[in-house]
């Protein structure tokens, strides 16, 4: 039986669908994660405790837990832990040195630029610098964002120095908010100010074996994405555009791949088309997040996250085949903050036709914030029909039908 370490930061709804997906490919299955804390030993195993801050510790502790066939992250800030462990224990697996640089979008951007990609005009600054100094430098309009989050969290545009220094001013009360200190990451003492690419944008799922990428699905993203910030809404594959436009996306992506080092393991990509060419945003060491992976059925309706388990314990998944149809996923942005209070018109919106699921992740009182600051989304939408403009109809349809019921949360007192 394979054995396959889970490296996750997170005890939600991916973490299980892995554990899952391993229990019904017949793998055995290990589970690590820093969240030991609040976990109720959910399957009955016992999770060994991590601390991400901590990377070659927890190296040490989870290569004495092996041996191990295959190891996999789930989510971002597990991405580095796990290629360290995966080093140590000869497993194949993409580099520490390249996930570290997909972490860092500093890092990343130097690759691509000694790679020859293109990249836009960027400069790093510290949190701790006079804003005056970055605005005086900046190429307008420009985006500026932290080295290390994810999500677009902290991701905005400005257009002029005024914005420039309104926008530095709540990066750095958000770099130094209490959940991003609590990281404990180097790379979030800084900004990275960025020229704005025009242009549609699109993401790429895909899997990378032996150094060569392959592109499992591309995801149209139709609402635009000009700014100020950069809320994921719908992504719907396949792509509506050209053959052309794909491969060269697809060349694109495999480019950024090689110029990261990344060989062995999943990717995800956010790409940007414009009629200079395709601009490569970013190339994550794992898969797409949360629930989106439900987008993805492949043959036999096996999920995502089975193709990447067996990938991992070298399995050939090169025959594998994504299914036929179209599919999309709705990211529910928060549209205020306060404390979430509950839905109405689920049950309408499930009944619109090629909706598949309506997933209410928010919970009864639970507090929730927007982007920039926020890192979450009030649920997902799904969506499969023969074409894609069915589906993204039919998310559409479905979120008009949603009304969320957002209280005012009182500011409490001594904070
Ligand atoms: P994250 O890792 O938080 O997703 P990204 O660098 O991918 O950070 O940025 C998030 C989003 O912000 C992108 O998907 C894109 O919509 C927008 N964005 C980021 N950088 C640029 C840029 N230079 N030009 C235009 N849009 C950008």
């Known amino acids: 039986m394979p054995r396959v370490l889970l490296v996750a930061a997170t005890t939600g709804y991916q973490t299980r669908m892995f554990a899952d997906a391993a229990r019904r490919a017949g793998f055995d299955c290990t589970l690590a994660t820093d969240r030991c804390h609040v976990l109720e030993d959910p399957w009955g195993d016992h999770a060994i405790a991590v601390r991400f801050e901590d990377p070659y510790g927890s190296r040490d502790t989870l290569a004495a837990a092996g041996p191990f066939n295959g190891i996999v992250a789930v989510a971002d800030r597990p991405t580095y832990l796990a290629a360290l462990t995966a080093e140590v224990l000869g497993i194949p697996h993409h580099p520490p040195a390249a996930v570290a640089a997909c972490r860092d979008k500093y890092l990343a951007r130097q690759r691509f630029q000694s790679a020859g990609l293109p990249v836009p005009e960027f400069f790093r600054i510290s949190i701790d610098s006079a804003p005056s100094e970055g605005a005086a430098r900046a190429p307008f309009p420009c985006v500026l964002k932290p080295l290390g989050l ?216 639970q507090k929730i914030l927007p982007l920039p600051e926020g890192a979450s989304y009030l649920g997902f939408i799904f969506a499969r029909a023969d074409s894609p403009e069915r589906v993204e109809q039919a998310l559409r349809e479905a979120h008009a039908c949603l009304r969320f019921e957002i209280a005012t949360a009182l500011p409490v007192a001594g904070r």
Request: aromatic letters at 6%; charged letters at 25%.
């Open 150 to 365: 994810s999500g677009s969290r902290g991701v905005m545009r400005a257009n002029d120095a005024g914005e420039f220094l309104a926008a530095f001013a709540r990066l750095r009360a958000l770099l130094g908010s209490r959940d991003v200190a609590a990281l404990r990451e180097a790379q979030n003492r800084y900004i990275q100010v960025e020229s704005f690419i025009e242009g549609r944008e699109f993401a790429l799922e895909g899997v990378v074996t032996r150094g060569e990428l392959r592109v499992l699905a591309i995801f149209d993203k139709p609402d635009p994405l000009d700014g100020p910030f950069f809320e994921e809404t719908i992504y719907v594959t396949p792509s509506r555009e050209s053959e052309t436009t794909q491969r060269t996306m697809m060349e694109a992506t495999s480019r950024a791949v090689h110029a990261l080092g990344l060989t062995q393991g999943p990717i995800h990509a956010e790409v940007r088309a414009n009629p200079d060419g395709v601009w490569v945003l970013e190339v994550a060491a794992r898969p797409i997040g949360g629930l989106c992976a439900r987008t993805l059925r492949f043959d036999h309706d096996m999920p995502l996250e089975e193709l990447i388990l067996r990938h991992a314990v070298g399995e050939d998944i090169s025959g594998v085949r994504l299914r036929d149809g179209a599919s999309g996923v709705m990211m529910i942005p928060i549209p205020k903050a306060g404390i979430y209070r509950g839905v109405e018109g689920s049950e309408k919106a499930s009944q619109v036709r090629d909706v598949e699921e309506i997933a209410i992740t928010a919970k009864e009182g």
